[in-house]
């Protein structure tokens, strides 16, 4: 049954891969039309639109998304959301399901993959980790984002979990900005993409329920960011335990 199991996840992989690009193709061109428009206003079409395409790409390779927890983004706030990291599913199902215009923090790196580094740009503030000048500019980058009243989201644990604990130690980037700009945190929870894209394996894939959850927003008050941390990081954990499938 094993063996069986490990030929599908593979010939699934290939079937992600491919209705990946192939649906891709088909958004690449309206969704670079957005550079056109300026922010807040192009990035909220970018969003629609990638979700439009993330709907789409999840029906196909049967990974139906769940979301909840909406109600929790106020209208006209702009947010902080933290999401958790299993696999490389989460981006595709996190910022593409945030209400309203957002934007992630992400490497430089996915940029040189060819056109998706376009839109891979479009959607995010990029760092070089490896250089205190790109991560000093790209929190000025988020600062702008937040002011103009688009979402940043954040993955505080780093890389992908590849521990079995819940979460991985956060770091203080998300935290630090909370308390600098006085925007709220929103935890977002995503369950289930360890499953369906296991981190350990490599070029593996399992249809598999998907789901994101937007917890409650904590806002920072007279928090420094380390306590707001601990905060989130407890909540996160606690919610995690108590409502993983």
């Known amino acids: 049954m094993t063996i069986l199991k490990n030929i599908f996840g593979r010939i699934w992989a290939v079937w992600g ?43 196909l390779v049967a990974c139906p998304l769940t979301v909840k927890g909406r109600e929790n983004f106020a209208t006209g706030k702009a947010y902080i959301v933290t999401c958790n990291h299993n696999s490389l599913l989460d981006i595709p199902i996190s910022c593409p399901f945030i209400p309203g215009p957002n934007k992630t923090i992400a490497k430089t790196s996915f940029t040189k993959v060819p056109l998706f580094g376009w839109f891979y740009r479009k959607g995010s503030v990029l760092v070089d980790r490896k250089s205190e000048i790109s991560r000093r500019k790209s929190f000025e980058e988020m600062k702008q984002v937040l002011a103009m009243g688009m979402h940043m989201s954040i993955y505080p644990e780093g890389t992908r979990n590849r521990t079995k604990e819940p979460l991985k130690k956060f770091y203080d980037g998300a935290f630090k900005l909370a308390t600098t700009t006085g925007n709220a945190v929103i935890p977002a929870v995503i369950f289930n993409t360890k499953k369906a894209l296991p981190v350990n394996k490599p070029f593996y894939f399992l249809p598999h329920k998907l789901e994101i959850h937007f917890l409650g927003p904590i806002e920072t008050g007279n928090l420094n960011s380390d306590q707001l941390k601990e905060i989130v990081f407890t909540t996160m954990q606690n919610y995690y335990l108590q409502h993983q499938p």
Do not use: A, E
């Open 17 to 59: 891969i491919l209705s990946f690009v192939g649906t891709f193709l088909i958004v690449f061109i309206p969704t670079m039309c957005t550079y056109l428009i300026p922010d807040p206003k192009g990035s909220d079409i970018f969003i629609k639109m990638s979700r439009i395409w993330m709907r789409v790409w999840l029906t």
